[in-house]
């Protein structure tokens, strides 16, 4: 069996990371599997192609796109006539996609027009915003997909809501495999260069619903800087998020240490050693349950629903009397992290099997 795996942005290539550990286990204990890796160059990190791709000994990207920089719509379009190619010179039995970016969809589009199967890795997440292209990016995949593949039972209720049960499409649940990956790398974390305080809140701030509106933006450094009086404040500054920062002429407090971007096993270190995280980020709030830190999240909606049921996430968007409340809530918190929102950690091969295992209804 071959599978195509077509991945773009840095989150998917620590998904991926895990979920090709279990290919390579599986295929060494007897299963005739293979796999062949299709960066298109969404987000191209040499840092992390040096980590997942020589440090992890992972397999390393067969095919690099190198399509970025463009508008949602050339991106993917491009994405799709370059995959295609791909799929037809390696004629695979499956093509594996992951999340929600211009990437995931182009190769389940390349792959549903030539008839190859299609397994979604984080199927039936709903943000139930469709001013987000990610929104978009999932709800179109989970529908030409053959295998949906759900971290959560909050995932398989929301395609059942949908119809899915109406539909020949196999669905699962999986676990989430950031929580495979969280335990992979746990042990190879690595300290930042940077001088980081002994108590601090790690935040990240990248999402355009925050940085493209000065008023919102301008309440949430507010907001920051206040809070970081009390606590020392970390943040990886993503670069559009500092032009804008400059763009709006925003002061950044004192005690707010900016450092540039880290890496994903930096960022381990950064999660294992903070007090609390506050980000607009989606993955970044599940990582902070995998870590047992309680999450302040500057967005109005979020796909982790369970998260804020289970009293472990706040949702504050960029009010800041709302984020000064929650970072008050969050150090006097009392959560239960030992409870499995996300599986066992076994994500990643229940993914290989399910895709081995596969038959049409």
């Not at 933006?217 to 507010?222: A, G, H």
């Not at 289970?310 to 504050?316: D, K, Q, R, T």
Request: negative net charge; aromatic residues 8%.
């Amino acid at each position: 069996m071959k599978i195509v795996t077509v991945i773009g942005a840095r989150p998917q290539f620590i998904k991926a990371a895990a979920v090709s550990d279990a290919i390579i286990r599986s295929a060494a204990s007897g299963n005739a599997i293979e796999e062949v890796v299709i960066h298109t160059g969404q987000h191209y990190d040499p840092n992390m192609s040096d980590v997942f791709f020589n440090e992890m000994n992972l397999p390393k990207p067969k095919y690099f796109l190198n399509i970025n920089g463009l508008s949602h719509g050339a991106m993917t379009g491009q994405m799709l006539e370059e995959v295609e190619k791909v799929l037809l010179e390696e004629k695979p039995d499956w093509v594996l996609v992951y999340g929600d970016t211009n990437s995931t969809l182009a190769g389940a589009l390349a792959a549903s027009k030539l008839h190859i199967k299609i397994a979604h890795v984080e199927a039936g997440l709903r943000s139930f915003n469709m001013r987000m292209p990610e929104e978009v990016n999932r709800i179109l995949t989970d529908r030409i997909s053959t295998l949906l593949l759900c971290p959560t039972q909050t995932a398989v209720d929301n395609l059942v809501k949908e119809g899915y049960d109406n539909l020949d499409i196999k669905v699962e649940v999986s676990g989430d495999v950031m929580l495979d990956a969280s335990n992979l790398f746990v042990n190879h974390a690595c300290k930042p260069s940077f001088d980081i305080p002994d108590t601090f809140i790690l935040s990240t701030i990248h999402r355009a619903e925050n940085t493209n509106d000065a008023s919102k933006l301008k309440d949430v450094f507010k907001a920051i800087n206040e809070v970081a009086e009390q606590t020392a404040v970390v943040l990886p500054l993503h670069p559009r998020t500092k032009s804008f920062i400059a763009k709006y002429d925003i002061k950044i407090g004192n005690n707010v240490h900016i450092i540039d971007p880290v890496g994903y096993l930096e960022m381990i270190y950064l999660l294992q050693n903070c007090a609390m995280v506050f980000t607009d980020s989606g993955g970044l709030q599940k990582e902070a349950y995998f870590f047992k830190k309680f999450c302040v999240t500057m967005r109005e909606e979020t796909e982790w629903v369970e998260l804020v049921e289970h009293g472990a996430n706040i949702l504050v968007g960029s009010d800041y009397n709302k984020i000064k409340e929650a970072y008050s809530k969050g150090t006097n918190a009392k959560v239960d992290f030992e409870k499995n929102l996300y599986g066992n950690g076994n994500a990643s091969d229940l993914i290989v099997k399910s895709i081995l295992d596969f038959t049409i209804k």
